[in-house]
């Protein structure tokens, strides 16, 4: 999926950007047809009766039937700390920017909140990533290739990541995602991405928004 797909929604999630580029058309739609295959209920289908019938089989429990609808994001400015983390579920499909191939000298990275309001941790922290920068730099000007090179650099560093998932992965993901307990920045971004899948397909995530 190349940059010049066409962004249905867009929102910055602390230092990243999240941009949904793909999701299925008239979705509730969808999922309601799908669902109603089950019981063969098609005489019930109205203009308003999506809503009734989603709520219905997200409460019940069948939540199959949201697996027949799906959407796409692409995230910049996120870490690869944060990539490893959303990369954990399975049932996702990712595309991210590969170390290996992309240049990474004067890579961009990720500060944590906490090390960034303490002067002292920051200090240290910018000393780092800057010795990272530069080790990176002297390995590919001695030739070593950026598959080597990459070795040293930090979970920091920047990673743009395309991710898709069905609803029902969506459901799961960002409900385990943007709790408290989950870390800053993937529950940041999770939120955001919340956000824009309630605005585009309310009747299946509007009970998840806080």
């Not at 969808?30 to 203009?47: H, N, P, Q």
């Not at 000007?141 to 029902?168: H, Q, T, W």
Request: aromatic share 8%; with cysteine; net charge neutral.
């Amino acid at each position: 999926m190349s940059n010049a797909c066409q962004i249905i929604r867009s929102g910055k999630a602390g230092t990243a950007e999240v941009d949904m580029v793909a999701i299925t058309p008239n979705a509730a739609r969808v999922i309601e047809e799908a669902g109603r295959t089950c019981y063969l209920s098609f005489d019930k289908v109205s203009e308003e009766s999506a809503k009734k019938f989603i709520r219905m089989i997200t409460k019940s429990g069948h939540h199959s039937v949201l697996e027949h609808a799906s959407a796409t994001f692409r995230i910049k400015g996120g870490s690869r700390a944060f990539t490893h983390q959303i990369v954990r579920h399975r049932l996702a499909s990712f595309s991210q920017q590969s170390q290996r191939y992309v240049e990474e000298t004067a890579f961009r990275y990720v500060t944590p909140p906490a090390i960034a309001q303490n002067p002292e941790a920051l200090e240290i922290y910018k000393e780092l990533m800057s010795h990272s920068q530069e080790a990176y730099t002297k390995l590919k000007a001695i030739g070593m290739r950026k598959e080597d090179a990459r070795y040293v650099l930090p979970n920091a560093a920047v990673s743009e990541i395309v991710v898709s998932a069905n609803f029902r992965e969506w459901r799961h993901l960002l409900g385990l995602r943007k709790e408290k307990a989950a870390q800053w920045e993937i529950r940041e971004i999770c939120s955001e991405i919340l956000r824009q899948l309630a605005e585009e397909a309310p009747i299946v995530f509007e009970d998840m928004l806080d």
